[in-house]
């Protein structure tokens, strides 16, 4: 486990690598989409450990959320009830000044330039997107990537809370496990509070159907990258 400090500006967040995977994407159904790709797969694990910035979102959520709902006029009727997960529509990162939205993406953009140089890509932090993601009992972030096509961007989520609805992320062909090699499998990934996942676009992904009573939350987003 590596710990290290991500500085902010005025303030440094403690973060934990708990889990890192890489291996080599040889299922070309979905990494086509780019063109080139610019890199292969990995998961990356984080745990941030701060607890006034987790405070701060908590307490601006009900604000979060009643600006995105102006939007509502903007969705078709039959998609109103998706709205907080419908992440084409606004950008937190841009569209809400709270500053422990500015702090997140700090935090999101140093761990992704680290990220690019691990991964040895000749490319750079162009822009971010960011949605708000709420679960609520019976309901379900179904199979979906965010690729766009000649995008090249890394995805993340952070989780805000501790719950039993995993998020699923499809392994392209195998992944290396404790010396194990697991063939056509899904890595598993059970939401912590704090924990901060880090994985490419084309990466298709799905959590399970939501069944606790308290809402399942997350913040999720992309880094986009450019030459």
Not at 111 to 116: D, F, G
Request: hydrophobic share 35%; with cysteine; charged share 25%.
């Amino acid at each position: 486990i590596n710990i290290y400090p991500i500085s902010t500006g005025t303030s440094f967040f403690w973060s934990q690598t708990i889990k890192y995977y890489r291996g080599i994407n040889s299922n070309r159904s979905n990494r086509d989409i780019l063109n080139p790709p610019a890199f292969d797969f990995f998961i990356q694990e984080h745990l941030l450990e701060n607890d006034h910035l987790f405070s701060r979102i908590e307490t601006n959520l009900d604000h979060y959320i009643s600006e995105i709902k102006k939007r509502e006029k903007l969705i078709p009727k039959e998609h109103r009830n998706f709205l907080l997960n419908y992440y084409r529509l606004y950008n937190i990162f841009s569209d809400l000044p709270q500053q422990e939205l500015k702090t997140l993406k700090d935090i999101v953009t140093s761990q992704s330039k680290e990220l690019i140089i691990e991964l040895g890509l000749e490319l750079k932090v162009s822009e971010h997107h960011a949605w708000l993601n709420l679960l609520k009992t019976g309901e379900q972030a179904t199979r979906h990537c965010h690729v766009i096509k000649d995008e090249q961007s890394i995805s993340w989520v952070l989780f805000l809370d501790d719950s039993d609805t995993l998020l699923n992320i499809e392994a392209p062909h195998f992944i290396h496990e404790e010396d194990e090699v697991k063939f056509n499998t899904y890595v598993k990934i059970k939401p912590q509070k704090g924990k901060l996942i880090f994985f490419p676009s084309w990466m298709f992904h799905f959590t399970n159907i939501h069944k606790e009573e308290t809402p399942r939350l997350s913040i999720a987003g992309k880094v986009i990258l450019s030459q």
